[in-house]
């Protein structure tokens, strides 16, 4: 089975940038449609980017959309979050979600990595 393993989350200042990143394993990454989601305390977990098997089509959540551009590598199976222009309510634990790429929903999910922007 599909494995998520996100890593690069941490503290940092507001107007700074952070790059997360996630490994994918168990199943061809080229397969699959990978996203980045995130969950505030006391909110629901939100859509944040996706980007398609092949990278032709990304989608970003308004919030971000200018700041935080998504990335894939299908030789190394790793999907990255690049995001510039940090501000407070960026503050969340950042998820890397799979979808197997004729699927409808994201059902495979990483543990998470905790994004902090101070003010």
């Known amino acids: 089975h599909v494995q998520l393993l996100e890593s690069g989350g941490g503290l940092v200042q507001a107007g700074g940038s952070l790059r997360i990143s996630c490994a994918h394993s168990?199943?061809?990454?080229?397969?699959?449609?990978m996203g980045w989601f995130r969950q505030a305390p006391g909110k629901e977990r939100e859509f944040v980017a996706t980007?398609?098997?092949?990278?032709?089509?990304?989608t970003y959540a308004d919030s971000v959309k200018g700041r935080f551009t998504i990335s894939r590598d299908n030789f190394k199976n790793t999907v990255n979050l690049q995001m510039n222009r940090l501000k407070p309510e960026d503050t969340a634990v950042y998820y890397c979600?799979?979808?197997?790429?004729?699927?409808?929903?994201?059902?495979?999910w990483g543990q998470g990595t905790q994004v902090t922007v101070s003010s």
């Open positions: 168990g199943r061809s990454f080229s397969n699959d449609d």
């Open positions: 980007i398609n098997w092949s990278s032709a089509n990304r």
């Open positions: 979600a799979a979808k197997w790429r004729w699927g409808s929903k994201y059902n495979t």
